[in-house]
């Protein structure tokens, strides 16, 4: 931790988690991955970077600092599964925007305002922007039209900025194919495969367990709450299984059941409702 030499920054997350548990259930958990600070050759302000600078700048944040962003959250999964953090690539989407969506259409004073860099009003309209997509889970409207604080090249192109973020954002995954970014993905769960002659769960809606039938080999089954957080894990499982429920408050859950090569999942969400 830059602050503190004896911490490291998983260790400082979990101290704030933890004590964010402590106080409030059912809480989401995002990391914000923001953008580097800029290595200038001269002071900016006065001196604008060069485009090689800008360049780099941006292909830093896509590449390099972005992998310290999804190690920080693999770490965080590791460490604190059950909160199942979530993360929300900001700055990342934002140099893509404007290195490939955009390309040299606004000059950097006008973005930028020194070279932390904190931004202006276009900057912070973007990240907001990505930041409520990501928490909201769904694509700003299209009949949305900042105020004039945004840039004009910004606002002539925001159909395809906005699309090109929401893309961005669903195509950010784990290495296991679930999202880095939503809670929902796990939570989408009406799988045709299941009661249809293939894996069958019941009874649905249940009162203190359920019961698994027909898996063909070697499976993990896990639940969730509607939070998109871990309840339950049961491992290894290749036959009939009755799971209990005892612990679990009346409400809505979701059931994974996902093989160990990990190319054949069902899901289904279920009720307990005593």
Do not use: C
Request: hydrophobic fraction near 40%.
């Amino acid at each position: 931790h830059p602050l503190d030499a004896n911490t490291s920054v998983i260790q400082a997350t979990e101290t704030i988690f933890d004590w964010v548990n402590t106080q409030e259930s059912n809480v989401r958990y995002y990391i914000y991955g923001n953008w580097p600070e800029m290595d200038l050759a001269n002071a900016f302000p006065p001196t604008p970077p060069t485009q090689t600078e800008i360049d780099f700048f941006h292909n830093q944040t896509i590449g390099s600092f972005t992998d310290w962003w999804k190690n920080y959250q693999d770490l965080m999964l590791t460490s604190r599964p059950v909160l199942n953090t979530r993360l929300i690539p900001v700055g990342a989407i934002i140099s893509k925007i404007l290195r490939d969506i955009i390309p040299n259409q606004i000059a950097f004073a006008d973005l930028y305002e020194d070279s932390a860099p904190h931004g202006r009003a276009s900057i912070y309209f973007l990240a907001g922007m990505i930041t409520y997509m990501a928490v909201y889970e769904q694509n700003i409207p299209d009949t949305y039209v900042p105020n004039s604080s945004v840039h004009s090249v910004i606002i002539n192109n925001l159909s395809n900025i906005k699309d090109f973020s929401w893309d961005e954002l669903n195509s950010f995954n784990l290495p296991n194919g679930d999202s880095r970014v939503f809670y929902s993905n796990i939570l989408n769960v009406e799988d045709e495969n299941f009661d249809n002659g293939s894996v069958m769960l019941y009874p649905n809606p249940t009162l203190n367990q359920f019961k698994i039938l027909n898996l063909d080999g070697y499976y993990n089954i896990s639940i969730y709450d509607t939070f998109g957080r871990i309840i339950q894990v049961n491992k290894n499982i290749n036959s009939n299984i009755v799971i209990s429920l005892e612990n679990l408050e009346n409400g809505i859950y979701f059931i994974s059941i996902e093989n160990m090569e990990r190319d054949k999942v069902f899901s289904r969400k279920l009720v307990v409702n005593r």
